[in-house]
């Protein structure tokens, strides 16, 4: 089992960083397949906090080789102060993180024009951090990419193409179009604060694993945010699933071994759009506050409701799940009952998937379980669960199709039942 996907089975947010990170310690290396920094992985080691944007979530281990694959796009800025960070730690002694000189780059005006199109009618709430113009450009075949960066002339005339293309959309939105010599100096100093990093990485991956290295390839977002798949038009702008990990690392279908699902024990979304079980009010004031659910990368509250077991089961089926991690089930203690989405009706039609439209219309429908008393975070293993805990687990096992492996309990890697070494099976 050398290849494993790991990818969110909701609206992202589900603790990939930690699972990544808990599953990093048996992989030679882990990828980044795809988004850029709107992802934030939080990883919370020995009680200390870390967020990461971009560097795969493996970064804290010292031997893991790190990938960021060209599926991604690349704020220099971004993975530049991560570097340094890291640096600081001690982590990156020797040269373990690489980019993709396919690697799309987030350009300064990027952020300029999602931030201005979110002030508009058409916001869909983003996390403004230019991703959306960052993947317009590389399907409009105007986009600057890492390998660019090393090659002054040639970036001179990209930028100047580019923002030639983007002048006429800034004024229209009100904005200020910057001039190309500052854009070409700074990006010029990051390709070579960055050289070293710039490799042939699909390269490199198939390398790997033709040598039979232990691959983990790391999805950002979750499923109901692919740019197909999910609640369009409020998802980001690049494929999330698991379908999307060959694409954006540069490695062939026929590689991969298996793929993990990672879901919450209960759902959250950030920014606009659908989201059928949802709880408006006290209940989901009390769920955000009980799992601190603010935004990793812009701190915006998260909207919380009850697990959508239709939304699950959608994400095993298109992602192919072997199992799901569970995380956060600590979060639902001291409820007196917890509620799951089986499914919806909408018309007098009944739905076991979200379908393409109309899901601000659909009404869930509910199967309501006991819930449990106590605190969760201090058990390691799933006997010491409280029945009802374990009664809960096995119930999203049955709705989803797809059996629960790891159970998290809360951030730390400690805090994990039936961890384990997900290329051994
Ligand atoms: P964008 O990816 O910044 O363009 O944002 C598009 C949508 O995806 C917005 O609803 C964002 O809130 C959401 N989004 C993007 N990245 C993440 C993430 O890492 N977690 C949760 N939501 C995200």
Known sequence: MPVVVVVG???GDEGKGKVVDLYAQHADVVTRYGGGANAGHTLVVGGERIVLHLVPSGALHARTRCVIGQGVVVDPQVLLSELGVLRGRGLLDTPRVFMSDRAHVVLPHHRHIDEL???????????KRGIGPAYEDKAGRRGIRTGDLLDATRLAERVRDNLAAWEPVIRGLGGECPEVGPIVETLLAQGEALRDH????????TEAIGRGEKVLLEGAQGTMLDIDHGTYPYVTSSNVIAGGACAGAGIPPTAVDAVVGITKAYTTRVGGGPFPTELLGAEGEALREAGSEYGATTGRPRRCGWLDAAVVRFSARINGLRELALTKLDVLGGLQ??????????????FDEPPHDGLDRL??????????SGDLSACRRVEELPDNARRYVNRIAE???CPVGVVSVGADREQTLRGGDPFAR
């Open 9 to 11: 089975a909701q609206w």
């Open 117 to 127: 199109r979110e002030r508009g009618r058409a916001a869909i709430g983003t996390t």
């Open 198 to 205: 710039i490799t042939d990485a699909s390269r490199m991956l």
């Open 337 to 350: 009952e917890l509620r799951i989405c089986t499914g919806y009706e909408r018309d007098g039609i009944m």
């Open 363 to 372: 009404v869930p429908v509910y199967e309501t379980l006991p819930g449990w």
């Open 399 to 401: 709705l989803t199709g």
